[in-house]
Nanobody, 127 residues
Framework: QVQLVESGGGLVQAGASLRLSCAAS????????MGWFRQAPGKEREFVAG????????YYADSVKGRFTISRDNAKNTVYLQMNSLKREDTAVYSC????????????????????WGQGTQVTVSS
């Protein structure tokens, strides 16, 4: 089992920045590819960003490329999502997810690929 706890969400104005954190416990963090997803009211959960076990590969949704950065610190068992130039359409509940994969460079982008999920943290961007 892996427990994931997100933090760092909040209410900000458009153009501001936030950094989300996801702390993992329970198993060797470096065994997991990590991802961030978000879900806005009335919408499907969507992939935001993912990072491979060894930090070698990172993928981003087109809607956040150039504004969001995913990173991980395996020594701290934490994955981060730095969000800059936030827009109203970024408003959603953001959840981190862990995929226990043997492929160290894999970065899953669909929810079904992930094994563990956090509870989520609300991000609200006002205009």
């Amino acid at each position: 089992q892996v427990q994931l706890v997100e933090s760092g969400g909040g209410l900000v104005q458009a153009g501001a920045s936030l950094r989300l954190s996801c702390a993992a416990s329970g198993r060797t963090f470096s065994s997991f590819a990590m991802g961030w997803f978000r879900q806005a009211p009335g919408k499907e959960r969507e992939f935001v960003a993912g990072i491979s076990r060894n930090d070698y590969r990172k993928y981003y949704a087109d809607s956040v490329k150039g504004r969001f950065t995913i990173s991980r610190d395996n020594a701290k068992n934490t994955v981060y999502l730095q969000m800059n130039s936030l827009k109203r359409e970024d408003t959603a509940v953001y959840s981190c997810a862990a995929d226990q994969t043997r492929i160290i460079v894999a970065v899953p982008t669909t929810p079904d690929d992930y094994d563990y999920w956090g509870q989520g943290t609300q991000v609200t961007v006002s205009s």
